[in-house]
């Protein structure tokens, strides 16, 4: 019954992702001002006050523990950050469809399998009906990424566009494509990895926490959050900080005027707060499963994410002037991810 609940907050962990652009399209400052700003408000703000209130305990388990975790936690974080900034030019060079499929793919895979591979455990994991199952699972929701990303490909030719959503000249290069996907892929899975770094950080909050043993245990990952994602917001805000000061962007702020400002604050810091509730879910969801298959969570937020985007995309009419094959082809990445998630459950 635990992994059903845990399922349940991965699916809303993964709504929530695929839902936090929403308030950002809104926002009328240059992208790198409004990422900046983001940043500080899921990176930041967010992951220090929500686990001050969820575990108070978090900040003492975070001076408690050994150095090198603090710093294998926060290069993961890091590493996952620039994972994350250097997703946009698998886009340029192979396509929303191709590029999506490629990083994806490679995140889930990578960032699921090398926490059990690390530890040594894999073979144990493999040697017995559940956990094979859950490795059976992992690379069912590697294959409906790739369903998902040969429908993209088909919406783009249905379209009639170019790799980067232009008529004209196309910088579509599979070289560079592939080359870069894999490098956002694997550095974007450093997300499960600054996760599975940081467990004594988790351990510690949980042991020291003076609250309920049942809420500690609930959320002792948000513990981990603070460290992993200051690592991120490292990298994300020196990159955006570069980008705004080299496209003077900060003028955006006198054009845009007081009142208008406070808005795209208020959509930044909305932005953000919905991003990391993605995190806080995954974390919580983490310790409903069994410690052992604790690892495939990583797949399963990655598959609900690509769910509800597909989903939410189709609904928001992304996908209107596709042909009824492309749409089935989606559904049915769609539907095999779903399945990804009742077989690493059972």
Excluded: H
């Excluded at 495939?296 to 937020?301: E, G, Q, R, V, Y």
């Amino acid at each position: 019954m635990d992994s059903l609940y845990g399922i349940m907050l991965f699916a809303l962990a993964g709504f929530v992702s695929a839902a936090f652009y929403t308030p950002l399209k809104y926002v009328g400052w240059k992208w790198e001002l409004m990422w900046m700003f983001w940043s500080l408000s899921a990176l930041v703000l967010c992951p220090t006050i929500i686990a001050s209130f969820a575990i108070p305990s978090c900040w003492e388990a975070v001076g408690a523990v050994e150095f090198d975790v603090i710093f294998s936690t926060f290069v993961y974080g890091a590493l996952w950050g620039i994972g994350g900034l250097t997703f946009g030019l698998s886009m340029r060079y192979l396509g929303i469809g191709l590029g999506t499929a490629v990083a994806l793919g490679f995140c889930a895979l990578v960032g699921t399998l090398i926490p059990p591979i690390k530890s040594g455990k894999i073979l144990e994991i493999a040697s017995d009906r559940s956990g094979l199952m859950v490795l059976i699972g992992v690379f069912i929701c590697a294959l409906g990424i790739a369903i998902n990303g040969v429908a993209g490909m088909m919406k783009e030719r249905d379209g009639g566009t170019s790799a980067d959503g232009d008529n004209g000249a196309s910088e579509f290069s599979l070289a560079k494509g592939f080359a870069v996907a894999i490098i956002a892929g694997v550095l974007s899975a450093c997300m499960s990895l600054s996760m599975d770094a940081g467990k004594p950080i988790a351990d510690k909050a949980r042991a020291l926490a003076l609250i309920d043993p049942a809420r500690a245990e609930l959320f002792k990952n948000s513990a981990i959050l603070i460290v992993t994602l200051l690592g991120g917001f490292a990298t994300n805000f020196l990159w955006c900080l570069f980008l705004s000061v080299k496209n003077r962007s900060f003028t955006d702020l006198k054009a845009s005027g007081a009142a208008k400002n406070t808005g795209y604050f208020i959509l930044c810091a909305l932005g953000g707060l919905l991003w990391y509730c993605q995190f806080f879910l995954y974390g919580m969801g983490q310790t409903k499963l069994a410690e052992k298959y604790a690892f495939a969570s990583w797949a399963i937020l990655m598959a609900f994410v690509i769910v509800f985007a597909g989903v939410i995309g189709l609904l928001i009419g992304e996908w209107k002037g596709s042909s009824k094959l492309t749409k089935a082809v989606l559904w049915l990445g769609i539907l095999v991810l779903a399945s990804s998630t009742f077989v690493m459950s059972i």
